[in-house]
């Protein structure tokens, strides 16, 4: 029994050095959106859990605690596991008949009960429930709250001491941590948690949540992510009559037209359907006092420059270029907003990807590859084309006209409208 009991102590201070450890790091670590949430529905280690984690004072005892316990343990290690590990190696050296002075002896058995010591204390005092705490923080700091509040209160004293000191040395660098409870910030990504948590606990609709992850994803788009492309730009000539102005704002109803000189690659300016009603009541043709200047950004400009370019420039429109400086589309707030909302759902007759009556799929010319071939469940990219209507376009050379037929990467696109040099709608079939 007497062999037994060194051995139960130094079990004891390496799982009461473990525990604190990994209360360390998974207080550190825990998810507080997924706390809370718990915490919300009653459970009471969750509870405690999130009392420590919105209140600075209560976290800094708590690792106070954490701190105080590794430094006892790590102690007792010392001072007790050492010198008995070392006893024991000694009677085990003359039980073996070792022949050594005592000196030398008791210099081994001291090395080796260190290296010993040392193991254990860094492996499994240390090593295993560090990860274990950082691989699954929230389940370590449900498990483990409980007895550490109760330690906590039993070390409270000391703690509230140490805490004193530490907040003392803190205020003279202008730190006061016993401020900022309220102080909560969150990373793009913690925050992107947050919803993907609140979806799966059922807090947020499936819509609403598919709005919010458009949010975050905003800042990777570039501006040729969001345009509405050449094909879809409707403009004025300089110069252009009030028929034609007229004309235009029948046939394409918007809140802005851009003004170009010889073509769409020549873009001047934009103007305001309200200063072109002006024009027609006073009977003029078209020309540069309504047009108003606009900001032009690469087709690789991110989406938030492209942005802040409009603000700039108090506009809000965009004309976006390709890589020969021509025009690749434009960009409105609308394009923003689909962006983020999306447009008509695909299983709505007036949707960009749908089925007719037979089965056969749908795409409008501004359907995104990428879109088409998650929808399709198939791979279908093209080094010159993003869209429909771009790639029938890089595989004909030529203008479209209805009735046209492609073929690429095991699908066929039927041209079945046209609008002007781009296709408006295509059917697609999956070849055999």
């Known amino acids: 029994m007497s062999a037994l009991l060194p051995v139960f102590i130094v079990t004891v201070l390496i799982a009461l050095n473990a525990l604190f450890v990994a209360a360390e790091f998974a207080i550190v670590g825990a998810p507080?959106?997924?706390?809370?949430?718990?915490?919300?529905?009653g459970h009471r280690a969750a509870r405690?859990?999130?009392?420590?984690?919105?209140?600075?004072?209560?976290?800094?005892?708590?690792?106070?605690?954490?701190?105080?316990?590794?430094?006892?343990?790590?102690?007792?290690?010392g001072m007790y596991g050492e010198h008995q590990l070392a006893h024991f190696l000694e009677v085990r050296f003359e039980e073996w008949g070792v022949e050594a002075s005592f000196i030398a002896a008791h210099t081994l058995a001291t090395l080796l009960a260190?290296?010993?010591?040392?193991?254990?204390?860094?492996?499994?005092?240390?090593m295993v429930p560090k990860s274990l705490a950082l691989s699954h923080a929230e389940g370590t700091a449900l498990r483990v709250s409980p007895p550490m509040i109760w330690l906590r209160t039993v070390m409270y004293p000391l703690v509230l001491g140490l805490n004193a000191i530490g907040n003392g040395l803190l205020s003279l660098i202008g730190i006061d941590r016993s401020q900022g409870s309220e102080e909560q910030y969150y990373s793009a990504e913690e925050l992107e948690f947050v919803v993907q948590e609140s979806l799966e606990g059922g807090?947020?609709?499936?819509?609403?949540?598919?709005?919010?992850?458009?949010?975050?994803?905003?800042?990777?788009?570039?501006?040729?992510?969001?345009?509405?492309?050449?094909?879809?730009?409707?403009?004025?000539?300089?110069?252009?009559?009030?028929?034609?102005?007229?004309?235009?704002?029948?046939?394409?109803?918007?809140?802005?037209?851009?003004?170009?000189?010889?073509?769409?690659?020549?873009?001047?300016?934009?103007?305001?359907?309200?200063?072109?009603?002006g024009l027609?009541?006073?009977?003029?043709?078209?020309?540069?006092?309504?047009?108003?200047?606009?900001?032009?950004?690469?087709?690789?400009?991110?989406?938030?420059?492209?942005?802040a370019r409009m603000r700039e420039q108090r506009t809000q429109f965009a004309v976006v270029?390709?890589?020969?400086?021509?025009?690749?589309?434009?960009?409105?707030?609308?394009?923003?907003?689909?962006?983020?909302?999306?447009?008509?759902?695909?299983?709505?007759?007036?949707?960009?990807?749908?089925?007719?009556?037979s089965g056969r799929l749908h795409a409008a010319?501004?359907?995104?590859?990428?879109?088409?071939?998650?929808?399709?469940?198939?791979?279908?990219?093209?080094?010159?084309?993003?869209?429909?209507?771009?790639?029938?376009?890089?595989?004909?050379?030529?203008?479209?006209?209805?009735?046209?037929?492609?073929?690429?990467?095991?699908?066929?696109?039927l041209v079945a409208q046209v609008d002007g040099r781009g296709v408006a709608q295509a059917i697609v079939d999956i070849l055999p």
Request: glycine share 8%; aromatic share 4%; no cysteine.
């Open 280 to 307: 027609l009541e006073d009977g003029r043709a078209l020309d540069e006092a309504i047009v108003q200047e606009v900001p032009f950004v690469p087709s690789s400009t991110s989406l938030a420059t492209a942005v």
């Open 48 to 77: 405690m859990v999130s009392r420590v984690l919105n209140d600075p004072r209560n976290q800094d005892r708590y690792i106070a605690t954490a701190q105080l316990g590794i430094t006892f343990a790590t102690l007792g290690l």
């Open 114 to 126: 260190i290296a010993a010591m040392t193991y254990l204390h860094v492996v499994l005092g240390e």
């Open 203 to 277: 807090m947020i609709e499936q819509g609403s949540g598919r709005i919010l992850r458009e949010l975050f994803d905003l800042g990777s788009l570039v501006a040729e992510d969001v345009m509405s492309p050449r094909v879809q730009v409707h403009g004025l000539r300089l110069g252009a009559t009030t028929e034609d102005v007229r004309s235009l704002i029948a046939d394409y109803p918007h809140t802005r037209y851009p003004v170009y000189g010889e073509d769409l690659d020549d873009i001047l300016g934009v103007a305001h359907v309200r200063d072109l009603a």
């Open 32 to 41: 507080r959106a997924t706390i809370e949430r718990r915490a919300a529905t």
């Open 365 to 413: 010319g501004t359907v995104r590859l990428d879109e088409l071939s998650e929808r399709l469940r198939m791979q279908i990219e093209h080094p010159e084309a993003e869209t429909v209507s771009g790639l029938v376009l890089a595989l004909l050379e030529r203008p479209p006209t209805v009735g046209d037929a492609v073929e690429y990467d095991g699908i066929e696109l």
């Open 321 to 357: 270029l390709d890589e020969h400086g021509g025009t690749a589309g434009i960009i409105t707030p609308d394009d923003v907003t689909n962006e983020i909302l999306g447009r008509v759902p695909e299983t709505e007759a007036t949707g960009e990807l749908f089925r007719d009556a």
